[in-house]
């Protein structure tokens, strides 16, 4: 009996090593589809994500609460943090460009406003990192 127990107890143990030493694999950071502007709160496209689409009128709108992107402190990313002065970079994945801002219901100063194209994808700028509060389309301009 003494064996049996000693043999479930070094089975376990290995086990359990396996487990802590292989650990569980990392989440991967969202795959920002067509139509879609993700708005991430880690650098280069990682950590958690804000995901807007066309909300008609020129908005973008946080998808599948159709809330406007106006105001980012009643936002939060996919993991529930709020979204407002978060942002790290980004990825446009539509054919409109979008205004970046630093304030919110689009507020700027001192020309902080950032301009991303369509269809790209940018690390905010030192003067807007972790400093995002609204986004909008933005039309008229060329390449627009």
Known sequence: MAEKIKG???AGTMAAGFILATGTPAAAAYTCND???CFYDGGDYTGTV???VH???GTLTKKGTGQVLDDFSGLTFSNGTN????VSSVINNTGWCID???HSWYGS????TYWLPKDSRSNMPSSLHDQVSSSR???GLEGC
Do not use: H, K, S, T
């Not at 979204?83 to 978060?86: Q, Y």
């Open 8 to 10: 479930l107890l070094v």
């Open 35 to 37: 139509n879609e502007v």
């Open 50 to 52: 804000l995901v807007a």
């Open 55 to 57: 909300g008609g009128n």
């Open 83 to 86: 979204a407002n002065d978060r």
């Open 100 to 102: 970046i801002y630093p």
């Open 109 to 112: 100063e001192n020309g902080q």
């Open 137 to 139: 389309f933005v039309w």
